[in-house]
């Protein structure tokens, strides 16, 4: 029980480093705080390779470019989170 809770706490804290990425990449000079940096660090290997994907398919022309990367990463990282509880879940019955 102890390890399923460990790691719904991790995918929860993962989650809101997403988010509050997503509301610091609204605010330029907050990315250069501690905390900031500290934000992008850890979330940059999660939303990376769906910004790399994306780029392939929406090209950075002029004008507006949205970043679905976030949206992205929180569905996938969901579906882990799923399968992976309920393995553990499995396991420990």
């Known amino acids: ?14 989650y809101l480093m997403v988010v509050a990425r997503v509301f610091l990449s609204w605010v330029p000079s907050a990315a250069n705080s501690g905390i900031g ?6 979330t940059e290997p999660i939303l990376e390779p769906f910004r790399v994907l ?3 398919f929406i090209s950075k022309g ?8 976030p949206v992205a990463a929180l569905f996938v990282l969901e ?3 799923r ?11």
């Open 83 to 93: 399968l992976l509880l309920n393995f553990l879940i499995r396991m420990s019955f």
């Open 62 to 69: 002029p004008g507006l470019y949205l970043d679905f990367s």
């Open 54 to 56: 994306f780029s392939r």
């Open 1 to 14: 029980m102890v390890l399923i809770k460990a790691v719904d706490l991790f995918f929860q804290f993962i």
């Open 37 to 42: 940096r500290f934000i992008f660090q850890v």
């Open 79 to 81: 579906i882990v989170r």
